[in-house]
């Protein structure tokens, strides 16, 4: 072995696991926007093979020792090969303990609890899609007795998402938010201003809201050269490289608002992947560091953007012109305050900004039970509601809107949901740092987004994987993560608008 | 090495090889319907490194060693693996004298070239893809210095698509097509018959062209569970499975005739893959057993079923209801004369049945020609306008019009297009036997492909590649292909619209 060759078989390696991601990736967003119903069977084969194959590029001796190598000579190593090492190592450790056939098994599972779930969901039936989840729910309880764990079964996967995150971490880190988040919900509902969003609830054609979404993302900054908007049953982003970052909403024709900010919220995912440095693409460190940092991304753009006031100035006018009728006699303020109306509520993708981190905290309670072995698949739906009743005072009419409302189950994400509450948090402290040198205010309200962008490039985008999220939120801020910028944001925003 | 192992590896060669097949088509169908501008450098290093993959996993010792070991076991086998086997062994023939590299670098300047022809067509400049093409084309000569040839160099891509195709066949066969066809050709020139086209010409909205393409395509039999239309620049169908078979169309707002024609070819070739047997599923044998046979089914359904009077009969209604206002004075038999027009032309996707061998023939005559190292590459407008004068006494506006009009070159296709000419052959003596059993006519009219679907299904589709187009033929229609049954066609079905 000598560091001309370790280095061209990572090369190879670079290529092959990447080329397997972008096939995997994409067969998956087809499945989502338009593969047809017969397909499934013979997507669930391909997947589960090159996953196998995803598996063996990286899971063999070979490697193994190319790493070992590469570790014991990582004087020799510039920055990017360093860190590209760290990661494989990772990636490494955290698959090679699965053997492989369980990991086809696996993604076969997979695939067809995902079209369980469609199927489940339309029919609003969650006994369609339990056998599904059930089988997705033991391997992943398997994979945690592969790979081990710290102090509680749940942190592996947690870990997944977010380096080092724990149970701990977050059991501290959702009271903080629920000191805030609860009492904040107490008075509003006692205060006297009534928000008025029936204007959002007319007839919006889809393919007018499309044009819509297609405007909103080119005032963000999405470049559409580089990636594409279609339609799925539930939003997501995917990126095959940064040239090729392509994002989902999903346009109901009786509410306005839905599409509108799951396209902003996608957009800033999206946007994130798209303007990752140049030097890292084809590359493992071409990616959002972490999910939460990734969350940070989108929710920036869907609620510090997105829900602001000055932002809502300017592009009220453009939605305005695309439903005449249905906003003649409607001003910006009047849509700021719809499009911030908080309220308890059962669906998480449309929950407002201050009620959201509800929803996940149901979600994370209900994660680690199922993985310290508390409770049973069949018990979900009670336990779901029984939660849900708990902390909004509200019981889903049906499992469509209760339990089967989310995919991530359906695609084995469990340990994902706190990234989007991480992701709050993140994004209004990097939005305090920002406010030092932009007025990010007199910026929005021009419809302007080129400081706040760079200022994202600069900090945190161009970066991918090349710094940790840890990395990225210290340099950025100077601190590490602290949940009071976001609880102050909350705080403010709130008072103002419900004059508390 | 005992049987249940060569068996095994045998099977697992079917899961990579045919999982690799599927995500590189569904990359490229995605390329051709709807991927952003920026994405042709990902894609085309994702469908390199695929390419390599598809290549290890066929040339090695291992797999050599099984291949041999089978071979020499063929007793033992059932007749699906006995032709799997065979199949195995000629593609692995055929690739493993070609390097890794040189296999790499095909697929990346292929994707490259499919990018600069169609920027060269949108801007009619055959030069932005001369360069490309040049390299497609050394890359072609390589690979037959490394195949070797008998006789011909061109004869080994012929046989790519027809096995054991060659320049003496096709000669001949193009020969015979010519002495009924251009004669024919110059009795309709002085017949007194004029077919009006006009009503084909006024607006055609894509939606309305859309909806109907997905209407004929349920008459003729696509089943639309297993399969979906889209829309992209020329026409063509993919297949990942036989539940997931894919067609594109191009609607052009001011013909009614192109689409609609290239949905029934398409449709054709569809139906073919979805009715390949159960039993060979996920196989190397579930596909059509040649381009040749291939375009019989194709032929078929565009022309044998949806060129005749009983089936526009039967459609007519349904059309005009699509176009009410453009077709209120039209009749069922304006339609079928002007699907039927025959005309010397340039474009040979809108070519009459009847002349479209002649754009074949210039393409295997060009094609024959660069084999030969007899003109090169710049010259190419010229001799393609050339050829077109003295076939169709007519001249190319424009390079779009003339030389950059089929996308086959840009992928690759040598030797393909014969199998057009083949394929109206083929499926001109299939009718022949098939009128012995059925009263096609008396179907077509009433719209019921049944028994025509199960007659193709019995003889033709249920066998994929487990006949080659030899058996097929002589099982089907008890002799080999023939040309006469084509050419007494034209002859009888001209002979009766042009009052010959």
């Not at 493992?284 to 969350?295: D, N, P, R, V």
Request: aromatic share 12%.
């Amino acid at each position: 072995m000598d560091m001309k060759n370790a280095i061209a078989k990572l090369k190879e390696v670079d290529d092959k696991s990447h080329a397997i991601t972008h096939a995997s990736a994409l067969i998956q967003w087809d499945a989502a926007t338009r593969a047809p119903k017969n397909s499934v069977e013979g997507r669930a084969r391909t997947l589960s093979t090159l996953t196998g194959e995803y598996y063996m590029t990286l899971v063999n001796d070979e490697f193994n020792k190319i790493l070992s190598y590469l570790e014991e000579n990582k004087k020799e190593l510039d920055y990017i090969t360093t860190r590209k090492v760290e990661e494989y190592r990772i990636e490494y450790d955290k698959i090679a303990k699965i053997p492989v056939n369980v990991v086809k098994e696996y993604s076969e599972a997979q695939a067809k609890a995902s079209a369980a779930w469609e199927e489940a969901k339309n029919k609003r039936d969650f006994s369609i899609f339990a056998p599904h989840l059930e089988k997705v729910i033991d391997y992943n309880k398997k994979f945690i007795s592969y790979r081990g764990y710290t102090k509680h079964p749940y942190n592996t996967l947690l870990g997944d998402y977010e380096r080092g995150l724990t149970t701990e971490d977050l059991d501290e880190f959702f009271s903080e938010l629920k000191n805030t988040i609860v009492p904040l919900v107490n008075r509003i509902n006692k205060s006297n201003v009534k928000i008025n969003t029936e204007f959002t609830k007319k007839h919006y054609p889809s393919k007018e809201q499309d044009k819509l979404s297609k405007q909103l993302l080119h005032i963000i900054g999405f470049n559409m050269d580089s990636g594409l908007i279609a339609e799925s049953e539930h939003p997501f982003t995917t990126n095959f490289n940064r040239n090729d970052v392509r994002i989902t909403t999903h346009y109901f024709e009786n509410d306005l608002l839905p599409a509108l900010y799951s396209t902003l919220h996608e957009g800033g995912h999206a946007i994130y992947e798209q303007n990752i440095d140049e030097e890292l693409e084809f590359t493992q460190l071409c990616g959002g560091t972490s999910m939460g940092i990734h969350e940070s991304q989108s929710r920036f753009f869907e609620n510090i953007v997105g829900r602001s006031y000055p932002f809502i100035e300017y592009i009220f006018p453009i939605i305005q012109k695309a439903f005449p009728e249905n906003l003649q006699d409607v001003t910006s303020e009047d849509l700021y305050l719809a499009a911030n109306k908080s309220e308890l509520s059962l669906i998480r993708i449309d929950a407002d900004e201050l009620t959201y981190s509800l929803h996940i905290m149901i979600r994370y309670e209900i994660e680690k039970l199922l993985f310290e072995n508390k409770i049973l698949v069949e018990d979900l739906p009670e336990i779901w509601n029984q939660k849900y009743k708990e902390y909004m005072g509200l019981t889903p009419k049906n499992d469509a809107e209760g339990i089967l409302q989310d995919v991530h189950w359906s695609e084995g994400l469990f340990g994902y949901f706190p990234s989007y509450a991480l992701g709050n948090a993140y994004a209004s402290q990097f939005k305090n740092t920002m406010e030092k040198s932009i007025n990010i205010d007199e910026d929005l309200r021009n419809g302007n987004l080129e400081n706040i962008r760079k200022w994202l490039y600069e900090n945190v985008h161009k970066y991918g994987k090349l710094l940790t999220p840890k990395e990225i939120i210290k340099k950025a801020t100077n601190e590490p993560l602290n949940a009071k910028y976001y609880t102050a944001y909350l705080e403010e925003k709130y008072s103002k608008i419900y004059d508390l």
